[in-house]
């Protein structure tokens, strides 16, 4: 099976005006080293990568496509995944890159290993995703798209895009004072508000099919908050238990986006009235660079079973070691 790879950041997504943020590319890094070690694995797997030519080439055996221009990445990528059977992008929801990528493989007849890109699109706004949630019952934080009014009650609040990633451009505004600060700033058309809600950081690392779902790992999220700007640091994979609350969770977001497929993330808070879901990451997540060390599951031979048909359901996970994961240098 020939599997095309395209990690955005480092695979030639990035502008070529500027430089490629450093830690970016390391987080970019850790994901594609960790997707094509299981990959590797795999008998019968050919995988293809691009690889942008401001950074080091690749030191494993696959078939690298240096990118030196990213206007003529998305004809490369394109042309790639035509001379694929199956393509696997890790990109982010922002500026729809991900939603047009799947779009693109899905139009190529070529079998897209992440999630469907009309799931995608929902999971892409936080607001989108947050009425889909909240209408299936589940547990969410509220979401408002910023506007001319203030958001209701009396703060705090987080503010951040609504297509965001990670912790990018992601705020604490404690009072209105501050949220008109905030808001005046420039323009924040493209941004969402939600009450903030104390508790601990959390993620949940899921396999995805048809609207079912096999919970992995619920992960604790190193999140700091400095200056009134939250960043994420990595965390610990499997530092949770995988309560039956957080499995049912995991499989109520499955059944509300059906067209999840594969690698999933959800972000939460939990706290003392439990868990509560924050956004959907309809991709791999950074979480999943300690996956096979935690459950011992080959992730990547996983959705390759899933992407059967009819799909081979992935082995129950029976021990979790688990493992710290930092960005830092």
């Known amino acids: 099976m020939r599997i ?15 430089a490629i943020p450093a830690s970016l590319a390391r987080e970019g890094d850790l994901m594609l080293h960790a997707l094509l070690a299981d990959l590797l694995e795999v008998p019968g797997v050919a995988v293809t990568v691009t690889r942008d030519a401001r950074l080091p080439p690749l030191a494993v055996p696959v078939r690298s496509i240096t990118t030196t221009d990213p206007r003529e990445s998305w004809s490369l990528w394109e042309d790639l995944a035509r001379q694929a059977d199956g393509v696997w992008p890790i990109a982010p929801e922002t500026d729809g890159a991900l939603e047009r990528f799947s779009r693109m493989v899905e139009a190529s007849g070529r079998r897209l290993l992440n999630s469907h890109a009309d799931a995608v699109a929902v999971a892409s706004s936080k607001a989108a995703t947050a009425t889909v949630l909240s209408a299936a019952g589940l547990p969410v934080v509220p979401v408002w798209r910023v506007g001319a009014e203030d958001p ?32 005046g700033e420039a323009d924040r058309s493209g941004f969402v508000v939600q009450p903030f809600k104390p508790g601990i950081p959390a993620s949940l690392s899921m396999l995805c099919r048809d609207g079912r779902a096999w919970p ?27 309560s039956p609350s957080l499995s049912n969770l995991a499989r109520g977001v499955a059944a509300a986006l059906p067209g999840l497929f594969g690698c999933v993330g959800v972000d939460l808070i939990v706290g003392p009235d439990g868990p509560t879901i924050i956004e959907v990451n309809p991709r791999l997540t950074t979480s999943s660079v300690g996956l096979r060390r935690a459950t011992g599951l080959n992730v990547a031979a996983a959705v390759l079973d899933l992407a059967r048909d009819p799909p081979v359901p992935p082995r129950p996970v029976e021990r979790i070691e688990p493992v710290f994961l930092t960005l830092e240098g």
């Open 152 to 183: 209701p009650g009396g703060g705090p609040w987080v503010v951040k895009p609504d297509d965001g990633a990670g912790c990018v451009d992601t705020r604490l505004v404690r009072d209105h004072a501050e949220w008109r600060g905030w808001r």
């Open 216 to 242: 992995l790992t619920a992960n604790r999220q190193d999140v700091s908050l400095t200056g009134g700007v939250f960043s994420y640091g990595g965390g610990l994979v499997g530092g949770m238990t995988l």
């Open 4 to 18: 095309l790879v395209v990690e955005f950041v480092t695979g030639g997504g990035m502008p070529s005006e500027t």
